[in-house]
């Protein structure tokens, strides 16, 4: 049994349960998945973090079998959206998931390197590159746009935290719902432009930029493997445009169907902007709690 120094328990009950809620994830999402394919890899990967478990529990000394609350609903809320959306989030959670893991360890093996703990985790994280990296890289390739699902909830977030600031400051200025209502309508409106215009540009110039790269490789007969042009810019404006209408549609309707201060508007557009953050955090491979 490999042996360490006492380390933090905190540390060592967070690293032993984070490994126990991947696997827990990768063998509920098995059932989910109808692919052979996917579903062997997801074997794969379950087999992988097996030996990670293990391999923290004999470190540490310590044997955890159960989830504590926060995973356990963690977990439900990820396996409610894979049934709901299917193969899409899926992925986005196999990412996510692997990204977040990896993030971790290399911070806490900055801090543990001259240590023994910082050797396991060198251990653990050549395991991570070498097999679950790719094993995750396999399954997600080419079938989902991350960037695409980043920029929805990103239009979702402007829409809702502007907005919602918008109808609060109408109705204090305005007092009269209807006429905040007209006011919230308009700002909507012209921020889905603004926002799905600079979707457009922003993209427009990068593939500019991307084609004048991809040409002067091709002239120097070069890879251009790395240099391919992305999603049409008026696509992505739409795409950002219509997710900014739909969050704003969120602290707007409490008004259309009858509020008369903004109150019920806060309320619901504060439990979305909350609700839309942490999924875009988690996407994004932020820290969820910062």
Known sequence: MVTAPPYDSR????????????????????????????????????????????????????KLERLDL??????QIMLLACRLFDTTAIHLVLEAIEVHGVRKYLTLWKSYQSQP???????????????????????????????????IFLGLN?????????????????????????????????????MGAGAFLALNSEQEVTVTERARKLFLEENTADSEVGEPPLRSALVVGSAYIAGALVPVLPVLFGATDALVSILTAGLMVILVSTVLSFLASMDIRR
Do not use: C, P
């Open 70 to 75: 926060g995973r356990r609903i963690k977990l």
């Open 117 to 151: 703990l910082g050797q396991a985790l060198w251990d653990i994280l050549m395991d991570e590159f070498k097999h679950e990296d790719v094993l995750v890289t396999q399954l997600t390739e080419r079938k989902i746009n991350a960037k695409k699902i980043r920029n």
């Open 158 to 194: 402007d829409g809702l935290v502007e907005i919602l600031g918008a109808v609060s400051g109408f109705f204090g200025a305005f007092g009269s719902a209807s006429a905040v209502l007209v006011a919230a309508a308009t700002t909507a409106v012209a921020g889905a432009i603004s």
């Open 11 to 62: 540390m060592a009950r967070g690293l032993i349960l984070d490994e126990l809620f991947d696997l827990s994830l990768y063998k509920s999402l098995r059932e989910v998945l109808n692919d052979g394919n996917s579903r062997k890899t997801l074997d794969e990967l379950a087999t992988v973090e097996v030996r990670h478990l293990a391999f923290w529990q004999s470190f540490f000394q310590l």
